[in-house]
């Protein structure tokens, strides 16, 4: 059985930043593309950031590019992103998500964790 186990959220200012984790189980790890997601209420689930297998490069979302930094530890099964200069818009529950070719649609996914909650206040 496949696990995401996303970690890190919480409550904090603008200008504020927070590390995200994503631990794996269950999955070989380095074969798999790996995506942070985010959806706030009353929205659809938007991609964040995505990081590719085999030392591959990352993509960003236009709204996160210059703040936040995805990284990937193949040999601890885990994913992260680095976010700095929060602002109260990237107030959302953040998933990560694994997939054979992942890249920003949540259909090239196959796996998703259960979210953790980041509310950034002004």
């Known amino acids: 059985q496949v696990q995401l186990v996303e970690s890190g959220g919480g409550l904090v200012r603008t200008g504020d930043s927070l590390r995200l984790s994503c631990a794996a189980a269950?999955?070989?790890?380095?074969?798999?593309?790996m995506g942070w997601f985010r959806q706030a209420p009353g929205k659809e689930r938007e991609f964040v950031a995505a990081i590719r297998r085999n030392a591959g490069g990352t993509l960003y979302a236009d709204s996160v590019k210059g703040r936040f930094t995805i990284s990937r530890d193949d040999d601890k099964n885990t994913m992260y992103v680095q976010m700095n200069t929060l602002k109260p818009e990237d107030t959302a529950v953040y998933y990560c998500a694994a997939g054979p070719k992942g890249l920003l649609f949540t259909t090239d996914y196959d796996y998703w964790g259960q979210g953790t909650q980041v509310t950034v206040s002004s």
């Open positions: 269950g999955l070989t790890f380095s074969r798999y593309d």
